[in-house]
């Protein structure tokens, strides 16, 4: 708790057995009220790693749905609990829990709506390990998108990140992609209802354990990077009504009991 608002950490899992204790340990408990882990159909035990470090809130997908689907799952759970500020954070380790306090803090204090750990600022990505190619890549669609929706952002595409519990309610995130490009749309979502974005700057590591999705994935997740932007400027133009921009009047997220079983 920060003042009178809630902090809620969500962590989409898949496989994370054996980076998931170092990432929890890391959680400044002190500031965070809840912790919800999904699981998303691992083959490890992930799940029983979870309940053993006394992680309340799990759930459990009885069948893979994928990481956008994963995170509405999160996503919908922390709202049903009351979140103010909701942060998600990869139980793969690749992000330190440290910067939690600054993210929520920010939030918390009315700076920003919306804060994201980014790789790029600074030399964090490259040092960190980064694929060369990703970066590049990465270099690549940042710019595609900071032109086609008028941002200034270093990246889109980091897995760090936090919202206010108004921005949440104020997009309809679960008609996103149940895919990765999940992460995208919502951001696109995000900005073409003017909300604004802090970044910090976001060491991260790249070794065996964490997770990272293959060249063809990312060849179709960069695909979909460009498409969504571009429906981005085509509905800012008037041109196009996509489903993913449509105008929510106070949300009230389905429970994630419909899309899964809470254990």
Known sequence: MIGNKKVIV??????????????????????????????????DDTVGKAKALGIKEVIVHEKN????????SCYNRALELGGDIVIMLHPDYQYTPKLIQSMAYLIANDVYPVVLGSR????????????????????????????????????YHTG?????????????YNVNSDDFIFDNQMLAQICYEGYEIAEITCPTKYFEEAS????????????????????????????????????VAKKKAPTAKRQA???
């Open 120 to 155: 790029i600022l600074g030399k964090g990505a490259l040092k960190g390990g980064m694929p060369m190619i990703k970066y590049v890549a990465n270099r690549f669609l940042t710019l595609f998108q900071n032109i086609l929706m008028s941002q200034k952002l270093s990246e």
């Open 10 to 43: 969500i962590m989409p899992a898949y496989n994370a057995e054996k980076t998931l204790e170092r990432t929890y340990r890391e959680v400044p408990m002190d500031i965070v009220d809840e912790v919800i882990l999904t699981d998303d159909f691992s083959t």
């Open 65 to 72: 749905k994928g990481y956008g689907g994963n995170q509405k």
């Open 261 to 263: 079983e809470h254990v």
């Open 212 to 247: 990272s999705i293959n060249l063809t994935r990312s060849s179709i997740y960069g695909l979909g990077v460009m498409k969504t932007s571009i429906i981005y400027r085509l509905n800012k133009l008037g041109l196009l009504k996509s489903k993913i921009f449509r105008k």
């Open 160 to 172: 760090y990140r936090a919202f206010s519990a108004e921005v949440m309610r104020a997009i309809d």
